[in-house]
């Protein structure tokens, strides 16, 4: 049964999670199991070890999200003020010609 278990709570999550929210949940996810097997590696087994590497898996995952939304909208502000400046130069030259 346990087996089973985590096939299907891994096809949940991708099908009930958005376009826009997917790479956040695959990449907390990614993050926690990692943390956790390396929790689980480095404390013998033990729960608590275990939940701690989870927990330090999805905050290393959130700050790598963090960064990848910073990009974006540093990328987004950039091409903006690109847009605005060619536009009034367009605008400068329709009025020199005419």
Not at 30 to 41: D, K, V, W
Not at 70 to 96: E, H, L, P
Request: proline share 3%; charged share 15%; with cysteine.
């Amino acid at each position: 049964m346990k087996t089973l278990f985590v096939p299907i709570v891994l096809l949940g999550v991708l099908f009930l999670s958005g376009c826009a929210s997917s790479n956040r949940v695959l990449t907390d996810g990614a993050g926690a199991g990692i943390g956790a097997l390396a929790g689980r590696a480095l404390g013998n087994g033990k729960p608590i070890p275990t939940a701690l590497g989870a927990g330090a898996g999805v905050l290393a995952g959130e700050a790598l999200n963090y960064a990848m939304d910073n990009r974006t909208r540093d990328a987004f502000n950039v091409g903006f003020d690109k847009g605005r400046s060619d536009t009034a130069k367009n605008q400068y030259w329709i009025m020199v010609n005419h």
